[in-house]
């Protein structure tokens, strides 16, 4: 595998590829939330640090050094991850595993790498490797992960070059998925990768349980029928959904609001490709004319979703939260 084989983050493997091909300097860190893709990004580069012939695209591939890599045997690569069962990485593991081992030589590549997830490294783990930052020895090369540049100290980030990690298109998380799983339908693989916030990662964790899709269902049923339902079923059968659901709220919040983008995109651009499902397309488009929505209308019922989000993250009373934006929004279509 190469940087071009891995989807999105261009600016951050363009930065890394020239490091590649000129003095690669001693430490960086790649910063982007969990799931982004950083370990991955980081091993590439590790390879690529260690590969007899890199080029901007990172290592060959097929050099005994990054074999050896790909295969996790090789000597002059070592990681630093959070160990099982644990909450932090302790400081003795930095000091026995990174510490102890920069001042040897490496054994077969012309430089050691060392990749650290500093996102479970505490303060005292991190001043420990900080005399080493500051003078590190020659052809040793720190890469440290982490989710947010405040969890390092100033004098940790000062001695390292940072490489920002940013949310991946829709398009390239809908490929990730589509690369994992060539069965997955296009449609699910789209609903992962929009509920996503461009994050592969948990794109990936979505698609592994069945919930996202079944409460996507759920709430499209809801919205399209709503100007249909009475006020009995609205606050009896469609009510318990969310006393079922109530610790997805906010998730299922946001389902709803993308459901109402959809609807939106009926009344200003029905022939839009962006529906990609027929049957639902038909669906949203009947709804649509039927009961003459209009823009204002949507507008309300987002509006409702709003006051909801805003009063379930005040703590307010979830059965009065629930039960006023179901009223809201029934209003808002009629």
């Known amino acids: 595998m190469a940087f071009s084989e891995l989807i999105g983050q261009k600016i951050a493997k363009s930065r890394l590829g020239s490091a590649l091909t000129s ?18 990004l980081a091993r590439e580069f590790a390879k690529g640090l260690l590969c007899s012939h890199p080029t ?4 060959c591939g097929t050099c005994p050094n990054c074999i050896y890599v790909r295969e996790h045997t090789h000597p002059d690569y070592r990681e630093l991850l959070l160990p ?31 990749l650290i997830d ?23 090369v720190f890469i440290l992960t982490v989710s947010d540049e405040s969890r390092l100290l100033p004098t940790i980030l000062s ?11 829709e398009e390239e998380v809908v490929l990730a998925l589509r690369k994992m799983n060539p069965e997955i339908l296009p449609e699910e693989a789209s609903l992962f990768a929009r509920f996503s916030n461009g994050i592969i990662g948990y794109a990936v964790k979505l698609s592994e349980s069945s919930w996202l899709t079944d409460a996507w269902e759920e709430v499209t049923d809801l919205l399209l029928q709503l ?9 009896t059968k469609r009510y318990s959904f969310f006393d079922e659901e109530k610790e997805h709220f906010a998730d299922i919040l946001s ?26 397309k038909d669906k949203i488009s009947k709804m649509v004319k039927k009961h003459a929505i209009t823009m204002r209308k949507i507008g309300l019922c987002s509006e409702a979703l709003t006051v909801a989000a805003k009063a379930y993250k005040s703590n307010g009373n979830y059965e009065m939260i629930v039960s006023r934006m179901l009223l809201a929004l029934k209003k808002g279509v009629m």
């Open 84 to 114: 099982p069962g644990e909450k932090n990485i302790k400081v003795a593991d930095v000091r026995t595993k990174i510490l102890s081992d920069v001042t040897i030589m490496s054994q077969i590549a012309a430089r050691k790498v060392y």
């Open 255 to 280: 389902l709803m609001e993308m459901v109402l983008g959809e609807m939106a995109l009926a009344v200003v651009a029905p022939d839009s490709d962006a529906l990609r499902e027929e049957a639902k």
């Open 159 to 169: 001695r390292t070059e940072s490489i920002r990690l940013f949310p991946n298109t």
């Open 56 to 59: 901007e695209d990172g290592g």
């Open 23 to 40: 003095d690669p300097g001693h430490a960086f860190v790649l910063v982007g939330p969990p799931g982004i893709g950083k370990k991955s």
């Open 118 to 140: 500093a996102d479970y490294l505490g303060e005292e783990g991190q001043n420990a490797l900080l005399k080493t930052l500051e003078e590190p020895p020659k052809n040793v």
């Open 227 to 235: 100007p249909e339902l009475s006020r009995t079923e609205l606050m």
